[in-house]
């Protein structure tokens, strides 16, 4: 099963792109959904916050996301950002692993999905949706570092920041949306770090077609963009050993029923036995 990152800048419409991917059979896990998810009462994301930024920015334990966004993003020197990101980002990549295992080995996906998305039981591909994949460093490091990337961008930042005027939710004025992006990786620079680039800039529907356009004729053909032997690493030390031992175990069954196939024609251990057994008898 094919697995790609889906990344771009504040209001390029990558979620947009993701829910039109999934409507082409593609399983999509969504780290902003995660980020929603983790802060929630009694996650592991919701105490670390309130350890670090303190009670004011909660009401009634529940925690208020824009009274917490525009603190962060005043700051300029990005201290308090990363300050947020250690609160939250080890336990959303926990969250992704856990549902990439579970999407591999055929479990209903049970986070992670946006509203305007369906589990896929068998999907085509996995798209992981992350914002910020190249800003926090995961093309370096981690169990995603390797995987090819999808980047979403616009050519005009004064559309982004229109796009971002008027979205549904949260919609930002022309001061927070410039606060927001100024602690974002250009689109020019993402772009050159991608695997291939969705231009955004035109309608709704033309989204919509090079959705299609991906999965059938650009999917296929991407490849991881190099091999990260540090991810088994990364991954032995995060996940547990048996989770490792079991998909090893996995791996050689998969490979060994290939073997088997390729060299018996595709029969069943018992046909092959019969047929063994049958042919001295024809000889007679």
């Known amino acids: 099963m094919r697995l790609f990152v889906l990344t771009g800048a504040i209001g390029c419409g990558k979620s947009t792109f993701a829910a039109f991917l999934n409507k082409n059979g593609v399983a999509i896990i969504d780290t902003d959904v995660l980020s929603h998810q983790v802060v929630e009462p009694g996650m592991p994301g919701h105490a670390a916050i309130l350890s670090q930024f303190g009670p004011s920015f909660f009401s009634e334990n529940i925690l208020d996301r824009k009274k917490l966004a525009d603190h ?8 308090l950002k990363r300050k947020l990101e250690q609160c939250t980002h080890p336990y959303i990549n926990s969250m992704v692993s856990q549902q990439l295992r579970r ?8 986070k992670g999905i946006p509203h305007d998305c369906v589990v896929h039981v068998s999907p085509k591909a996995v798209c ?38 008027s979205r549904g939710c949260l919609p930002l004025d022309k001061q927070e949306a410039l606060a927001r992006i100024s602690h974002q990786m250009s689109m020019e620079e993402k ?8 231009e955004n800039d035109g309608p709704i529907e033309e989204l919509e077609e090079h959705a299609g356009y991906f999965v059938t004729n650009v999917m296929p053909k991407l490849k991881s963009r190099r091999i990260a032997l540090p991810t088994i690493i990364h991954r ?5 050993f048996w989770n490792l031992v079991l998909e090893a175990v996995l791996l050689l069954f998969i490979v060994a ?11 069943s251990p018992l046909m ?8 001295p008898a024809d000889g007679n």
């Open 72 to 79: 962060v993003f005043s700051d300029a020197t990005g201290d």
């Open 103 to 110: 999407i591999f080995l055929r479990q209903k996906q049970t």
């Open 128 to 165: 992981v949706v992350i914002p910020l994949y190249f800003e926090v460093g995961l093309d370096k490091r981690g169990f995603l570092s390797a995987a090819p990337v999808v980047a979403c961008v616009l050519k005009s930042v004064d559309l982004q920041i229109a796009r971002l005027k």
């Open 191 to 198: 772009a050159s770090r991608a695997s291939y680039v969705v």
């Open 236 to 240: 032995y030390f995060e996940e547990g």
């Open 257 to 267: 029923r290939l073997i088997y196939k390729a060299k018996y024609g595709g029969k």
């Open 272 to 279: 092959y036995v019969l047929d063994k057994i049958r042919k």
